[in-house]
């Protein structure tokens, strides 16, 4: 279990299981099965990672490369070196261009491992809406965005999860199918965080 800046933990945060990395590291399968709290299975990258490290400059891969290299030894100075290339993204190809969203997934990460929760949450939904305006709503691009936003938020502690769903739903609300299983999974969470949390009192409660 990984601790963020804030000393929170974070579940299921080991680096061959992220499922929320700038990028995405999603199992085709990702939707099949029941909801369960095993750890997430270990998955390769797919195409899609790719296709996406190809959409990227050589010289924002290199800084990106640089913001990667900070953040195993300082996340402040890898924010700040995201950040500093966020702005020099967004003047040379403006917001809705894919380097500029590369970009913007990285911070949406930063935000996430610095323990800054309620940023992230803003940040990774975002780049979910990006997708959608730069390819549509039902690409596999924004399909992606989902599934790596609905990760991380299922990773949050649970009174985080349960606070930040609302906003999440809204926007999934708006796209089709990614959307639309990303709601009933999410739906799924909160009843079995609701039941969990039902049992633990009824275990603590003294016996009449």
Same mark, same amino acid.
């Given at each position: 279990?990984?601790?963020?800046?804030?000393?929170?933990?974070?579940?299921?945060?080991?680096?061959?299981?992220?499922?929320?990395?700038?990028?995405?590291?999603?199992?085709?399968?990702?939707?099949?099965?029941?909801?369960?709290?095993?750890?997430?299975?270990?998955?390769?990258?797919? =195409?899609?990672?790719? =296709?996406?490290?190809?959409?990227?400059?050589?010289?924002?891969?290199? @800084?990106?490369?640089?913001?990667?290299? =900070?953040?195993?030894?300082?996340?402040?100075?890898?924010?700040?070196?995201?950040?500093?290339?966020?702005?020099?993204?967004?003047?040379?190809?403006?917001?809705?261009?894919?380097?500029?969203?590369?970009?913007?997934?990285?911070?949406? !990460?930063?935000?996430?491992? #610095?323990?800054?929760?309620?940023?992230?949450?803003?940040? !990774?939904?975002?780049?979910?809406?990006?997708?959608?305006?730069?390819?549509?709503?039902?690409?596999?691009?924004?399909?992606?965005?989902?599934?790596?936003? !609905? %990760?991380?938020?299922?990773?949050?502690?649970?009174?985080?999860?349960?606070?930040?769903?609302?906003?999440?739903?809204? #926007?999934? #609300?708006?796209?089709? %199918?990614?959307?639309?299983?990303?709601?009933?999974?999410?739906?799924?969470?909160?009843? @079995?965080?609701?039941? %969990?949390?039902?049992?633990?009192?009824?275990?603590?409660?003294?016996?009449?």
């Amino acid at each position: 279990m990984t601790k963020t800046n804030t000393g929170e933990p974070m579940q299921d945060l080991d680096d061959d299981q992220l499922l929320f990395r700038p990028w995405g590291v999603v199992d085709p399968a990702f939707w099949a099965g029941t909801e369960t709290d095993e750890p997430l299975p270990a998955v390769e990258a797919p =195409a899609a990672a790719d =296709a996406a490290a190809a959409a990227v400059s050589g010289e924002t891969a290199e @800084q990106l490369a640089a913001v990667q290299a =900070a953040a195993s030894v300082d996340l402040e100075r890898a924010h700040i070196l995201a950040e500093e290339l966020d702005a020099r993204t967004t003047a040379a190809h403006g917001e809705e261009h894919i380097e500029t969203v590369r970009v913007r997934e990285v911070r949406a !990460y930063l935000a996430l491992l #610095t323990g800054h929760h309620e940023t992230a949450v803003a940040w !990774y939904l975002h780049v979910v809406r990006l997708h959608a305006a730069l390819h549509g709503p039902d690409h596999e691009e924004t399909n992606l965005a989902v599934r790596r936003t !609905y %990760s991380m938020w299922k990773a949050l502690p649970d009174p985080d999860a349960a606070r930040f769903a609302e906003g999440l739903m809204e #926007t999934f #609300t708006e796209l089709q %199918s990614g959307g639309t299983e990303a709601i009933l999974r999410m739906r799924e969470h909160l009843e @079995q965080v609701q039941r %969990s949390g039902d049992d633990q009192l009824a275990a603590a409660m003294p016996a009449l």
